[in-house]
């Protein structure tokens, strides 16, 4: 009763033996009282609830209909002990540190992300969110629009949402890590990853940063038309975004030691965010369809509404598979999939192939971004691949001679020095590993690079 209140409610009947068989109660009145004495006695505080009688195959039952409380925690109190409960799945389980300062704040109409920081907002920059603010709506952002936005409150104190808003946000587990793994599981481990990046800053600088990781590590994919081109990727992106958005805004702030994660396999991307469905459950039993819109962090939601990444309306899942059935590519069964293991999110999108299909020109994620750098394809047809292979030949040297002097060197500061993108460095650094040339010992993080020949 405890797990249900703190949650989306339930229903609990008595005459059912644990195999399922109708067995009834004797005396269902004298139970409902001893039922409803129990409640009293072992709940704090009570919630609301409804008992009442129910009869099948001549035989009498009790059912306790336990409404969603609006006063969490509600606690069991028994065995010496005062807990909460909350329910994961089909089961009724202690909550979490995190998940009780949760409830607490949810019975006291509050959220996380609303709270006072221990920040001050003197001390923080927002260039990235004003900046974005412009460039997706063409309005300035005011100073006004820091107090309408909730990034601080009336009397000027920098909120959690702000602290997580911030340039060089100081809320340390407020980071992405992205993956692209070597197979279809982590089993060979990092020394085998084929990219691996970590994101810290703004909540916008964690989506931006997510989704160029996973343009790099895909594939660009088209079909030409007898007027433009179609595009077929391998992930469609508004399903990618969506995806992403929802993972940042509604996860669990308040669950230390757990970042959001993008892991790209051979045959599928999955993104990972700490906190399951708001008012606990499995996304199994519910239609994603017509799921009512629970919002963990109001004010990040109306952030990125504000942004134009979101809608209010909490419309993400059916955009995320209607991207997926709008595919050119899509086959029925082709779908994202949702699940909710132990207290967190998982959305699972399925890659499209691109390779081999007639009438479909592919591309490395790259390819395009690579030769604008160097004048490639912006210097027109003529000649303009040759001149690229010569400047990328010397890129490649000058990238080697900077390996060499430094083997700890990371990606983002081979870029720094060669003026170059992260993403062209990381193309370069593919052929050089294809090529024999270079291996990788570790991750981005405590690796170094091994130059073979």
């Not at 300035?140 to 629009?145: I, K, L, T």
């Not at 750098?373 to 691949?385: I, L, T």
């Amino acid at each position: 009763m405890s797990a249900f209140a703190n949650g989306i409610g339930g229903k609990l009947i008595w005459g059912i033996a644990d195999d399922d068989t109708l067995v009834g109660l004797t005396d269902a009145k004298g139970d409902s009282e001893k039922i409803s004495e129990a409640i009293k006695s072992h709940i704090d505080p009570i919630p609301d609830f409804k008992l009442s009688f129910a009869k099948c195959e001549d035989k009498e039952f009790v059912v306790l209909d336990v409404m969603p409380g609006a006063q969490t925690p509600y606690y069991y109190i028994g065995d010496g002990q005062m807990q909460a409960f909350v329910r994961v799945g089909n089961e009724s389980v202690v909550a979490s540190v995190a998940k009780h300062k949760e409830l607490v704040l949810k019975g006291s109409h509050l959220s996380y992300d609303s709270q006072v920081s221990r920040w001050k907002f003197e001390d923080m920059a927002f260039t990235v969110l004003r900046a974005t603010y412009f460039k997706r709506t063409n309005r300035s952002f005011e100073d006004s629009d820091y107090e309408s936005f909730g990034i601080v409150n009336e009397k000027g104190e920098l909120t959690n949402a702000g602290a997580l808003l911030a340039d060089y946000s100081p809320v340390r587990h407020s980071r992405l890590f992205c993956t692209r793994w070597n197979g279809v599981d982590k089993a060979n481990g990092v020394m085998d990853a084929l990219d691996d990046e970590e994101y810290s800053g703004s909540l916008v600088s964690l989506l931006q940063a997510g989704m160029d990781f996973v343009r790099r590590n895909s594939k660009k994919a088209w079909r030409k038309t007898p007027d433009n081109r179609l595009e077929y990727p391998e992930y469609p992106e508004r399903a990618v975004e969506e995806g992403l958005v929802n993972a940042l805004i509604h996860r669990n702030y308040l669950e230390l030691g757990s970042e959001v994660h993008i892991d790209m396999y051979d045959n599928r991307l999955e993104i990972f965010s700490p906190g399951g469905l708001m008012d606990g459950g499995s996304i199994k039993d519910m239609d994603v369809m017509n799921m009512a819109s629970r919002r963990r962090n109001p004010v990040l939601a109306d952030v990125f509404n504000r942004l134009k990444y979101m809608e209010r309306r909490g419309s993400g899942f059916k955009k995320i598979i209607s991207a997926y059935k709008e595919h050119e590519g899509y086959k029925d069964g082709f779908d994202p999939a949702f699940s909710t293991p132990w207290d967190s999110f998982i959305l699972t999108l399925p890659k499209f192939i691109v390779d081999g299909i007639e009438g479909v020109y592919v591309s490395d994620g790259d390819d395009a971004e690579d030769y604008n750098e160097h004048g490639g394809q912006k210097g027109g047809q003529k000649g303009g691949q040759k001149g690229g292979q010569k400047v990328s030949e010397k890129t490649i040297d000058t990238i080697l001679r900077y390996i060499k002097d430094n083997p700890y060197i990371t990606r983002k500061a081979l870029g720094e020095k060669t003026g170059i993108s992260t993403s062209a460095i990381q193309k370069h650094i593919n052929r050089l590993k294809a090529d024999g040339i270079i291996v990788r010992h570790g991750g981005d993080r405590g690796g170094y690079w091994i130059i073979l020949k």
